[in-house]
Structure formats: structure tokens, C-alpha cells
């Protein structure tokens, strides 16, 4: 947590904030935060901040100065988040990043990660790509029908962790894992090459339904996720079965849901989500 849908929230506000702007100055204040890159922090200093992206659960800033480009990559880990003024005075504490900005709509931009999980690099264009090959398969939110269905079923083990694994397919956590699966009835553990096509075809369009719903929600506000400017998510609200343990079904089964022994933070139903 965040995962791409709490992301995606925070890509949104930061694109109507930031970008464009010019970083007037670059402070890190914990240099542990900075996992690569220590040598280029100064060049970010009156660079402008032209494109932002996400991959996965991580948020990429381009930034140029002449003609050089240089990139600043985001993971957000457990609690890693971005906000901007006002939103920064709720959060004087944690501040491992702190950007001032001008011709922007935003002055200040500070990256708070009270747990410290999440990291920040600093990249050179060659740098980046080796990065994103080495750490990333295709994001959820890119991947077409068929080529979903065929990595559904390259899948020899247990289906959800293969969900999990960011090499494989990026931006889904654990919440996201769990409302996916429940939703297309298909149970955690299940061997992925053991599935039908139809099966994959409405497991992944369960998965863009719920990543979308979730984004236009505003991301799942649990524990600490707040956007950058300081609002809440509202798609817990529509959580159907992560921590719903000793629920009854929303798919009307007459049992209750169930939490899987061997995996933490895994909940199904024994009757819709049969294992097949």
C-alpha cells in the first residue's frame, strides 16, 4: 500500500500541480532515502519538470535542463507519499524529500515515508531503462486481453502470488489481489495454467473494473493514504471481501468468508471460489 490505483490518484494531482514547473531546490533529508543517484541531486536544481508517469506502483518525474534529461523515480512502499501545500502542514514529520517549485501551481512538494519502505532514485536515461526491464513486467493497466491470458497460464503455482510478482505483472498489492479474485470467482491458490480461457478473459476484466472503479474512487484510503492534497480515497467503502473475514458472501453463498491460514491477508469463499 499504495498500490497502482492509490498511485495513479497521486500521478493525477501531481500532473495538474507540478508539471511544468521548475525545481528552484532538491533537499534530501535522510540520504538513506536515496537509494542510487546521490552524485545528481544538484543537477535537478532549475530543471523543469516536463512529463510524470507511473509504473506499476512507482511515479517516474522527467525532468530537463537543456538539452540533459534526468529522471526521479518514486516507490512509494508501505507508506511513501507525495503532497503539496496545503496538504503539508498535516504532515511536519517524515519528510525525507522536500522540492520548492516555481511557475507552477504548487510551490513545495515533500515526500513523506514515515515507515521509510520506500526509496527514490536518481537516474540518467540509460539508467532508467536498465531499471525498468530489470524490476518491471507490464503494468496491469497497459496489458492487452490476450496477452494477459497467456501469462495467466504460464503460470505453474499459486495464482495470487503470481498476481503480487512486480516482474511479472506491475501495480497489483495484496488488497487489489484479494477484490480481483473474489470478483471473477477464482480461487488465490489456484494454478493459473489450470484455467480456461474464459476464465482468464473474466479475470482480466474483472481487473480492469475494479483498478478503474478504485482510481475514480479516489485509491483505497487504509491507514494512511491520503492524495496529495490531503483528501481521502473512498474505495474501501467498496471493499466486497479484503478483511471481511467471518463475513457472509456478497455473492449471496450461504457461507462466510474465510481467511487462508498459509497466506497472510488472503480472504476467500469456499463455495464461489472453488480451487480448482
Not at 453463498?253 to 487462508?260: N, V
Request: charged share 20%.
Amino acid at each position: 500500500m499504495p498500490e497502482l490505483p492509490e498511485v495513479e490518484v497521486i500521478l493525477n494531482h501531481l500532473t495538474r500541480q507540478v508539471l511544468g514547473g521548475t525545481i528552484a531546490t532538491l533537499t534530501i533529508h535522510r540520504s538513506d532515502i536515496v537509494r542510487t543517484g546521490h552524485d545528481l541531486i544538484p543537477w535537478f536544481q532549475r530543471s523543469t519538470i516536463t512529463n510524470i508517469t507511473r509504473k506499476g506502483k512507482c511515479l517516474i518525474f522527467t525532468c530537463h535542463r537543456g538539452n540533459d534529461t534526468r529522471y526521479l523515480l518514486s516507490e512509494q512502499g508501505m507508506t511513501g507519499l507525495w503532497f503539496y501545500n496545503p496538504a503539508l502542514a498535516s504532515t511536519p514529520q517524515h519528510i525525507h524529500c522536500r522540492i520548492e517549485i516555481s511557475g507552477a501551481a504548487a510551490t513545495e512538494l515533500h515526500y513523506w515515508n514515515p515507515r521509510r519502505f520506500g526509496r527514490l532514485w536518481l537516474f540518467t536515461p540509460p539508467e532508467l531503462d536498465a531499471f525498468m526491464q530489470r524490476r518491471f513486467g507490464v503494468d496491469a493497466m497497459d496489458i492487452g486481453a490476450q496477452p494477459f491470458i497467456q501469462l495467466i497460464q504460464s503460470c505453474r503455482g499459486r495464482l495470487k502470488p503470481f498476481l503480487l510478482d512486480q516482474h511479472r505483472l506491475a501495480g497489483i498489492g495484496n488488497i487489489y489481489a484479494n477484490e480481483i479474485l473474489f470478483r471473477a470467482r477464482v480461487h488465490p491458490q489456484a494454478r493459473g495454467y489450470r484455467l480456461g480461457v474464459s476464465a482468464c478473459q473474466r479475470l482480466y476484466d474483472t481487473m480492469q473494473t475494479v483498478l478503474g472503479e478504485a482510481i475514480a474512487a479516489g485509491g483505497s484510503s487504509i491507514r494512511d493514504f491520503r492524495a496529495p492534497d490531503g483528501s481521502y480515497g473512498r474505495f474501501q467503502q467498496a471493499h466486497q471481501i479484503y478483511q471481511k473475514a467471518g463475513l457472509p458472501c456478497l455473492h449471496g453463498c450461504p457461507t462466510l468468508i474465510t481467511r487462508l491460514q498459509s497466506e497472510r491477508s488472503s480472504f476467500f469463499c469456499s463455495i464461489c471460489q472453488k480451487r480448482r
